[in-house]
């Protein structure tokens, strides 16, 4: 179903109905662009309440970063207490812990009240303890958590792992297969009158202070709205406030051909950095990591990576049978952005940062951003608010954007093959014809894909990504196909010609 990357996930074969692009101007009260989890809810929650809603996808419903997920449900998985206590307080970390917490809940009750069969399960997470952590670290942790009213069990043995590995039990944590999830609540928009539009990719937002925004899509058909909702995992509607408080890692998954029924099915993370992440699909056991930073090529075959650790910490495991991978923004303070787009007094409404916990994120964000446009109080909106500036990251800020401005040295490096015929075949590489520089596609024989290789975004040079046949902008994580075309933002264009 992906038609971006060119790995499918565990999820391919559950996908939700299509709909037909957009061919005509429409206005509407709402405007959702992006029917990833934090679209299709804020599309959901808002119908609820009574607003005329449509929804705009630029691809397929579901096809983001919620087709890649591993779909923990969990309260704490990216970052520790102790460092969001650290960079937050204690007030702030508890708030942060309660917005996972009711997020998972709400998501149980829309499975119950709207009937929508998505395999969701209650059970047990357990955070242990990597090679960086000494147990006295997890009782700090536990004691971190504690002062902030979160009560975890120290287990000095963990279910699956071997013997003598602590760990910190997270109880009534969940899982769920997403893109089930998506495809019921797609099923009640259709009942709540939510115009849905697929294949219909937005190129340009009018951020002007007026009531009425219009959005104008690639085909030049227009939607004008009274809010706008911008639900594209980053946002299309700023072009750099957001951007330098946000990063863009990749982060690969692997599962695994398990034979027999697991004693106890459980979720676990670890402490290491970038830490693994385990949960079961049926008869898989899903392992993720490996994240590196977007267009930034590791050393080791993150594949590799993940089978090598799983193989030596999980003996039952046979086969690989599924491995793919995918994108997430990591926000320099660890909290979302959620709330009015930065810098303007418009309609517009943004729902980003969600690290690797953008099934929760996307849900409270669906909530919160609900609140905003009826005007309501929401205890998260200040915690969460887009408008604030870095301050309790402020080194993670400066180091992520040194490694940014770095990535534009390749303005001037030399061509990465002689001729474009030494490339291989179904591969990509950079090549310099004075002073431009293009990114070469070889498809098969002939058959080549030459491009400008400089982003349209702010103008970093993209990089090859073998994994997904695709070319990555090592600078705010844009993503373009073979041929050019922009498949994840923020770039709103494709790649020129050179
Ligand atoms: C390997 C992996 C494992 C993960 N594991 C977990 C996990 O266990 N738990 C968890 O909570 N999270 C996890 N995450 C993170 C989570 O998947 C994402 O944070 C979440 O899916 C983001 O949802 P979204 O709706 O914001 O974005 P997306 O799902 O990416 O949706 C955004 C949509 O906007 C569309 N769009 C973009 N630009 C435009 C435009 N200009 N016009 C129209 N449409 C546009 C895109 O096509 C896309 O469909 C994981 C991520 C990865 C990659
Ligand atoms: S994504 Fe910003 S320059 Fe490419």
Same mark, same amino acid.
């Given at each position: 179903?992906?038609?971006?990357?060119?790995?499918?996930?565990?999820?391919?074969?559950?996908?939700?109905?299509?709909?037909?692009?957009?061919?005509?101007?429409?206005?509407?009260q709402?405007?959702?662009?992006?029917?990833?989890?934090?679209?299709?809810?804020?599309?959901?929650?808002?119908?609820k309440?009574?607003?005329?809603?449509?929804?705009?996808?630029?691809?397929?419903?579901?096809?983001?970063?919620?087709?890649?997920?591993?779909?923990?449900?969990?309260?704490?998985?990216?970052?520790?207490?102790?460092?969001?206590?650290?960079?937050?307080?204690?007030?702030?970390?508890?708030?942060?812990?309660?917005?996972?917490?009711?997020?998972i809940?709400?998501?149980?009750?829309?499975?119950?009240?709207?009937?929508?069969?998505?395999?969701?399960?209650?059970?047990?997470?357990?955070?242990?303890?990597?090679?960086?952590?000494?147990?006295?670290?997890?009782?700090?942790?536990?004691?971190?958590?504690?002062?902030?009213?979160?009560?975890?069990?120290?287990?000095?043995?963990?279910?699956?792992?071997?013997?003598?590995?602590?760990?910190l039990?997270f109880?009534?944590q969940?899982?769920?297969?997403?893109?089930?999830?998506?495809?019921?609540?797609?099923?009640?928009?259709?009942?709540?009158?939510?115009?849905?539009?697929?294949?219909?990719?937005?190129?340009?937002?009018?951020?002007?202070?007026?009531?009425?925004?219009t959005?104008?899509?690639?085909?030049?058909?227009?939607?004008?709205?009274?809010?706008?909702?911008?639900?594209?995992?980053?946002?299309?509607?700023?072009?750099?406030?957001?951007?330098?408080?946000?990063?863009?890692?990749?982060?690969y998954?692997?599962?695994?051909?398990?034979? +027999? $029924? #697991?004693?106890?099915?459980?979720?676990?993370?670890?402490t290491?950095?970038?830490?693994?992440?385990?949960? %079961? !699909? *049926? =008869?898989?056991?899903?392992?993720?990591?490996?994240?590196?930073?977007?267009? +930034? $090529? #590791?050393?080791?075959?993150?594949f590799?990576?993940?089978e090598?650790?799983?193989r030596?910490?999980?003996? %039952? !495991? *046979? =086969?690989?049978?599924?491995k793919?991978?995918g994108?997430?923004?990591?926000?320099?303070?660890?909290?979302?952005?959620?709330?009015?787009?930065?810098?303007?007094?418009?309609?517009?409404?943004?729902?980003?940062?969600?690290?690797?916990?953008?099934?929760?994120?996307?849900?409270?964000?669906?909530?919160?951003?609900?609140?905003?446009?009826?005007?309501?109080?929401?205890?998260?909106?200040?915690?969460?608010?887009?408008?604030r500036?870095?301050?309790?990251?402020?080194?993670?800020?400066?180091?992520?954007?040194?490694?940014?401005?770095?990535?534009?040295?390749?303005?001037?490096?030399?061509?990465?093959?002689?001729?474009?015929?030494?490339?291989?075949?179904?591969?990509?590489?950079?090549?310099?014809?004075?002073?431009?520089?293009?990114?070469?596609?070889?498809?098969?024989?002939?058959?080549?894909?030459?491009?400008?290789?400089?982003?349209?975004?702010?103008?970093?040079?993209?990089?090859?990504?073998?994994?997904?046949?695709?070319?990555?902008?090592?600078?705010h994580?844009?993503?373009?196909?073979?041929?050019?075309?922009v498949?994840?933002?923020?770039?709103?264009?494709?790649?020129?010609?050179?």
């Amino acid at each position: 179903m992906n038609t971006k990357d060119r790995l499918a996930s565990i999820w391919e074969g559950s996908n939700p109905p299509g709909f037909s692009p957009l061919e005509q101007n429409i206005t509407t009260q709402v405007c959702v662009v992006g029917g990833g989890i934090a679209g299709v809810s804020a599309a959901y929650q808002l119908a609820k309440r009574g607003f005329k809603v449509t929804l705009i996808e630029a691809f397929q419903l579901a096809s983001g970063q919620t087709d890649r997920t591993t779909a923990h449900l969990t309260t704490q998985l990216e970052e520790q207490f102790l460092e969001l206590v650290k960079m937050h307080g204690k007030e702030s970390t508890r708030l942060f812990h309660e917005a996972h917490r009711s997020a998972i809940q709400t998501i149980e009750t829309i499975c119950e009240t709207e009937n929508i069969s998505c395999d969701f399960k209650r059970l047990n997470g357990y955070l242990f303890r990597g090679e960086n952590f000494s147990e006295k670290n997890l009782l700090e942790e536990k004691k971190a958590a504690h002062e902030c009213g979160i009560e975890l069990d120290f287990v000095a043995e963990t279910p699956l792992l071997r013997e003598g590995i602590s760990s910190l039990k997270f109880e009534n944590q969940a899982q769920f297969n997403p893109i089930k999830y998506i495809s019921g609540l797609v099923r009640v928009l259709g009942d709540l009158g939510v115009s849905i539009f697929e294949g219909t990719h937005i190129r340009h937002l009018n951020n002007t202070q007026s009531d009425l925004t219009t959005l104008t899509t690639d085909n030049g058909f227009e939607i004008k709205a009274n809010y706008v909702v911008v639900a594209t995992d980053t946002p299309i509607s700023t072009r750099f406030s957001i951007h330098s408080k946000q990063f863009a890692y990749r982060t690969y998954a692997v599962a695994f051909q398990v034979s +027999q $029924s #697991p004693m106890e099915e459980v979720l676990l993370w670890d402490t290491e950095d970038p830490y693994h992440y385990v949960r %079961f !699909v *049926g =008869d898989t056991l899903v392992v993720g990591g490996a994240d590196h930073r977007t267009g +930034q $090529s #590791p050393e080791k075959d993150p594949f590799y990576e993940i089978e090598d650790w799983t193989r030596q910490n999980f003996s %039952f !495991v *046979g =086969d690989v049978c599924w491995k793919w991978s995918g994108q997430v923004f990591e926000p320099a303070d660890q909290l979302p952005y959620i709330g009015k787009n930065p810098g303007l007094e418009s309609n517009i409404f943004i729902i980003t940062g969600a690290s690797g916990v953008g099934m929760t994120t996307g849900t409270f964000g669906s909530l919160l951003i609900s609140d905003l446009i009826e005007g309501k109080e929401n205890p998260y909106a200040s915690l969460f608010d887009p408008n604030r500036a870095p301050m309790h990251g402020v080194g993670e800020y400066m180091m992520e954007n040194v490694n940014v401005a770095f990535q534009y040295k390749d303005w001037i490096t030399p061509s990465q093959v002689k001729r474009r015929e030494d490339i291989p075949e179904d591969s990509g590489s950079l090549l310099r014809d004075g002073l431009s520089k293009s990114c070469v596609y070889h498809a098969q024989g002939e058959n080549f894909e030459t491009k400008s290789a400089v982003c349209p975004h702010l103008g970093g040079i993209v990089h090859w990504n073998d994994i997904e046949k695709t070319w990555d902008c090592p600078c705010h994580g844009s993503r373009f196909n073979t041929e050019g075309k922009v498949i994840e933002g923020p770039s709103l264009s494709n790649l020129l010609e050179p």
